[in-house]
């Protein structure tokens, strides 16, 4: 007789003395009839994530010459051809600036993700579009959103709720996976659920917490109220994790958990980092399809890029300053060695996004992914022309292939169009002179 195929049917096996079972992935037929849903009727999910790098390109040698989709490569967008149509290239935007000084390596970046000319150094007090966008779909998953530094440092992130509250990044591929598949991980398509104890004990000391707050806010003054306001919010927020993790996920069909990674090399050894960098895309990319966030921020490179390449102790930032230009090149040819291996592991990136199957197409096509540099030229430091990629169809809201010329306005406009892809009723975003109404319509379906 034949035996009925279902969800919870498992494989089973023992190893030694003890016995193991291994959920089966959720296949074509845990879907609606097209795979554009969850059986359930639910929508795919959508994600939405960030990749920096530092210390921006050559202008003259990455801005494409044509626009619209019949663009051609330039020299610094050729290791990009694997992955030519599943992008958009948008150049010329800038952080405008009205009486600001340019706060090098600082203002480009947070200028972009903020849509304000900071007026001071480190003194940015603005959510960054990540946490916007977090704040709308970030809600229902166990991460409200992932950080991670191929560099190996915490602080090399530029993801904030304002000045005080910054994500740091995993350091990692190990440490990436271990907070993503370690203790806490809930396989979506297993047989069997049972809640953790130590979650149930978790949330309920955090319920106790929240219970006394009342009784807390009458002793303080106006300043601190503000504190604890923001200080409970985010104890809110883990609540609502911590509430997730004491459900059955639902099954997702693209979620099969890659292999513990080993302890890769560390530091800032060009080499070193984009070996991590494609373990963390990897482990990332696993996280997404196994729907433990959907927002996240890479950072391949810092600000002010500390990379050197192996047995240079000049980093790419000090080459970006004092290599001379080769007089028949026209170009830094070292400083622009660490543009080219950027764009590349970018290219694996995406690549590493597309060779997933979800649904009736890819993870990528279900995710939107921002590409940016805090600088066009490092050299001048210029915020004028800010280099930007985009990838992925954001679930079908988002059309790539396509070059973009937006010279002379504000970078905010790329952020407002993320945001509208994301489903956010945004209609403007920015401050002051970097306030726009316009998303780039050019990408927009």
């Known amino acids: 007789m034949k035996k009925e195929f279902t969800r919870r049917r498992f494989l089973r096996g023992t190893m030694g003395a003890s016995a193991f ?53 330039s020299p610094e967008l050729q290791p990009l051809a694997g992955v030519r149509d599943e992008l958009s290239i948008i150049s010329g935007s800038s952080v405008l600036l009205a009486g600001e000084t340019n706060q090098v390596h600082y203002t480009g970046i947070m200028g972009s ?9 480190g003194e940015s007090d603005l959510p960054t579009v990540d946490v916007l966008i977090a ?144 373990l963390m895309a990897e482990i990332l990319a696993m996280a997404l399809a196994c729907d433990q966030t959907r927002v996240f921020n890479m950072v391949f490179s810092d600000r002010a890029s500390s990379l050197h390449a192996p047995g240079s102790s000049d980093t790419h930032h000090t080459l970006t300053h004092e290599e001379p230009r080769d007089a028949e090149l026209g170009y830094q040819r070292n400083a622009t060695d660490f543009i080219l291996k950027t764009m ?41 022309g800010l280099p930007f990629m985009i990838a992925g169809r954001a679930g079908g809201k988002v059309k790539p292939g396509t070059h973009v010329r937006t010279v002379g306005d504000s970078s905010s406009r790329v952020a407002l169009t993320m945001q509208q892809a994301m489903g956010l009723r945004t209609s403007r975003f920015g401050v002051r002179q970097n306030e726009t109404a316009k998303p780039i319509t050019e990408i927009l379906v």
Request: proline share 7%; net charge negative; hydrophobic share 35%.
């Open 21 to 73: 079972a291994l959920g089966l992935p959720l296949l074509d037929i845990f879907l609606n009839n097209n795979g554009t849903a969850l059986a359930s009727g639910a929508p795919m999910p959508k994600r939405f994530g960030t990749w920096f790098w530092g210390c921006g390109m050559n202008p003259e040698r990455w801005d494409p010459r044509q626009i619209g989709s019949g663009y051609e490569l």
């Open 113 to 121: 993700l903020t849509g304000e000319a900071p007026t001071k150094h």
């Open 135 to 278: 704040d709308e779909i970030g809600q229902s998953t166990r991460f409200r959103s992932l950080e991670l530094a191929a560099t190996g440092v915490a602080k090399h992130s530029y993801s904030q709720r304002n000045q005080s509250v910054q994500n740091p990044s995993e350091v990692s591929p190990l440490s990436l996976y271990q907070r993503v598949f370690g203790s806490g991980f809930l396989d979506p398509n297993a047989a069997d659920f049972a809640p953790d104890p130590r979650v149930m004990l978790r949330k309920s000391a955090l319920s106790a917490v929240l219970a006394d707050r009342q009784q807390l806010d009458a002793a303080l003054g106006a300043t601190d109220r503000a504190r604890l306001d923001e200080y409970f919010t985010a104890l809110r927020q883990l609540e609502k994790q911590l509430e997730l993790q004491l459900q059955k996920p639902p099954p997702l069909a693209a979620c099969a958990p890659v292999d513990s990674p080993e302890n890769a090399p560390a530091g800032l050894n060009v080499d070193n980092v984009v070996e991590n960098h494609k």
């Open 344 to 384: 590349g592991a970018w290219s694996t990136f995406v690549e590493t996004l597309r060779a997933v199957p979800e649904g009736d197409g890819t993870l990528l096509d279900h995710c939107l992914v921002m590409a940016h540099s805090e600088t066009s030229d490092a050299n001048t430091h210029s915020v004028t």
